[in-house]
Structures are given as structure tokens and as C-alpha cells.
């Protein structure tokens, strides 16, 4: 890896190409990566700190101190005083731009401060209660559930019904073959949202409102899926289906036993496009789902979101919270999806 890493067109030197290819492999990486490093230290800041201005890059939060004959620690702040002097003093009330300050070893003595003759004492502090509370608070374990629910079953139910379609268009010769697929094709070109109010209106004649069901089967059967899966049995030698048969094999053990283990490797790539689909889907679950019990994360996140209050703190927590099942799905099975792309592009 150090010696892929530290490789140069040069001979012992950097080229001025090398320093244009890391400069530009720099720049899409802060690209990439920036906004979700920022979102993850955000979610360990208070609801105080986000509101902050200007904007910290890390979770500080205003110290505080506790003052005898208050009950809540105060807010610490250094004031300067008419002598220029700087000293630590805790703000007892505000009332415009003017503050009541208390020294911490003198409660006795009060002062009045101009808030600009001050600046807050912050100290780094992860918020961890951020994610903690939201177990309490919110039914995130609900909603938790449902998602995986959806996720898992629907990648199960997409994988057994796209591969049985590709390796019938694959392994089969019939009249209209080719009319079938180009079909089956073609709907790609039609964007989700055209068929949004016929979907809504089968799935509520069959009585599927407000059921984790009526997310999952309206989705199962994608043209992306067989299309994938088609392209990578075409490379399977059509001898050992043959085989098979003379074996007196049926047709569903030729498909069980040998077809899908042979195609494992596109299997795995739309298992992880499925559930990268199903985890972040919003659309469909938005209008089939209105009871907060069956809500996905999806949904729970867009429901915390207020018209007049929207407690950031749980909101960013929970964004970071969906993003890693996402995240270790896509990074422990990403070398599956350019070997069965690869692949499926062979023939």
C-alpha cells in the first residue's frame, strides 16, 4: 500500500503530473468526505452549540460553573474590566446588551457588563447524550426495526424474484424473448414519480396502507435487477444446464443448485444496490405509510423536522445513525460490485 501510495511518473522525484494527480485526488477527497465528517462532529455538539455563530468545527460547548445561592451553574464568561483587566465571571441574567455578571469567589458583589466586553469560555465536550436520549425520547428502536425489516425482506424478495426472471430470459428460447426484455428494459425510462398514484391506488385496493408490506412488494421486480443478473447467466456455459437434465434433474433444481451459486457475484452486487435502495427510500414509504408506529428512519427523520421547532442535536444523531449500516454494508461488499459489473459485461 506505501509503495502504491508514494508511486511517481518520475525517477526518484515527483513529476508535475503527480502533483496534478494527488492535487486533484486531494480536492475530490475533502469533496467527498467533508460535509460527513462535518455532520458527525456536529452530532456530538449541544443544541446551544449548533446554534452558535460563528460555527465551530468542533463540539465546544460554554463552560459553567456553579455559584453559591444559585441553584443552576451560570454561563462563564471573560470580562474585562474599565482597567483593562481580564478575570472569569459568571452571567446571572441578560437584558439587552447588558449582562449581570457575579464573580465566581465573590457571589455577594454583582456587576454590570456590555456583552461586548466579554467572551464565552468554551471547553471540547461530546455531547453523547445526543444519542443516548433519543432511545428514550423517540421510538427509534421502532422505527430502527422497521427499517431493517424492510430492507432485509426486500432484498431477499428482489434477489428470488429478478433472478428467477433473468435466468427464464437467459437459459430459454420462446417466441417474444427479446420483446420481453427490451420491455422490461424500457421501464427504466419512466420516472418513479408517473407512477406514484397508480401504485398508491393498488396498494390501497388491496389494503395495504399503513403496512410494512405495502412498502416492500410494490418494489421486489426491478429492470435494473434483471438486467444485471441476465447479462452475468449469459456467461454460464449452456452444457451444464444440459447436463443437469440428463441427469433428470428439474428445472428448480437447475436454477437452485446451479444457477445461483454460479452467479453469486452479481447476486451480491444487487444485494448491495437493494439495500442501498431500500435503506434510503423515502417516496414510497412517505405515501403509504401515515401512522407513526410503521414509520422507517427515513420517515421518523422528516417528522422531527418542525414548523416552528426542530431539536437539531436528535436530528443530526439520528442522520448519523442510518448512515452506518449503509456505510459498513458498502465498504465491507464494494469489491463485489466491480467484479459482477465486470463480469456481467463479459459476453
Do not use: C
Not at 425482506?153 to 426472471?165: G, P
Amino acid at each position: 500500500m506505501k509503495d502504491f501510495l508514494t508511486r511517481t511518473h518520475g525517477r526518484g522525484h515527483m513529476d508535475w503530473t503527480d502533483w496534478l494527480s494527488y492535487g486533484y485526488l486531494l480536492i475530490g477527497l475533502f469533496t467527498m468526505f467533508a460535509p460527513v465528517v462535518w455532520l458527525v462532529m456536529s452530532s456530538f455538539k449541544s443544541e446551544a452549540a449548533i446554534s452558535q455563530f460563528p460555527p465551530t468545527f468542533l463540539p465546544y460547548t460554554q463552560k459553567s460553573v456553579q455559584v453559591v445561592g444559585h441553584e443552576k451553574p451560570l454561563p462563564l464568561f471573560l470580562t474585562r474590566d474599565d482597567k483593562g483587566e481580564v478575570k472569569p465571571m459568571a452571567q446571572v441574567r441578560r437584558i439587552g446588551i447588558m449582562a449581570t455578571m457575579v464573580d465566581p469567589a465573590n457571589p455577594e458583589q454583582q456587576v454590570r457588563v456590555n456583552i461586548n466586553d466579554r467572551t464565552p469560555v468554551n471547553e471540547l465536550q461530546f455531547a453523547l447524550s445526543n444519542y443516548t436520549e433519543i432511545f428514550g425520547k423517540f421510538s427509534f428502536g421502532l422505527y430502527l426495526w422497521n427499517s431493517v425489516f424492510i430492507t432485509v425482506v426486500a432484498t431477499l424478495l428482489t434477489l428470488l424474484i429478478n433472478s428467477m426472471a433473468a435466468f427464464a430470459l437467459s437459459k430459454y428460447k420462446f417466441r417474444g424473448q427479446k420483446a420481453v426484455f427490451l420491455l422490461i428494459i424500457a421501464t427504466l425510462m419512466i420516472p418513479p414519480t408517473i407512477i406514484l398514484v397508480p401504485v398508491f391506488l393498488v396498494i390501497n385496493t388491496v389494503g395495504l396502507l399503513n403496512s410494512l408490506w405495502g412498502v416492500i412488494l410494490p418494489a421486489i421486480a426491478t429492470p435494473t435487477g434483471v438486467f444485471l443478473l441476465r447479462q452475468y447467466m449469459l456467461t454460464i456455459p449452456d452444457e451444464l444446464l444440459e447436463a443437469a437434465r440428463m441427469d433428470h434433474a428439474s428445472e428448480w433444481r437447475i436454477y437452485w443448485k446451479i444457477i445461483l451459486p454460479l452467479a453469486a457475484p452479481a447476486l451480491a452486487v444487487l444485494a448491495i444496490f437493494s439495500v442501498m435502495w431500500r435503506w434510503n427510500d423515502f417516496l414510497l414509504p412517505l405515501i403509504v405509510l401515515s401512522r407513526s408506529e410503521f414509520f422507517t428512519l427515513q420517515l421518523a427523520l422528516n417528522a422531527f423536522q418542525g414548523e416552528l421547532n426542530t431539536q437539531w442535536h436528535y436530528l443530526l444523531a439520528m442522520t448519523v445513525i442510518t448512515l452506518i449500516p449503509i456505510t459498513l454494508v458498502f465498504a465491507f461488499l464494494q469489491k463485489y460490485i466491480t467484479t459482477g459489473i465486470a463480469s456481467a459485461g463479459v459476453k
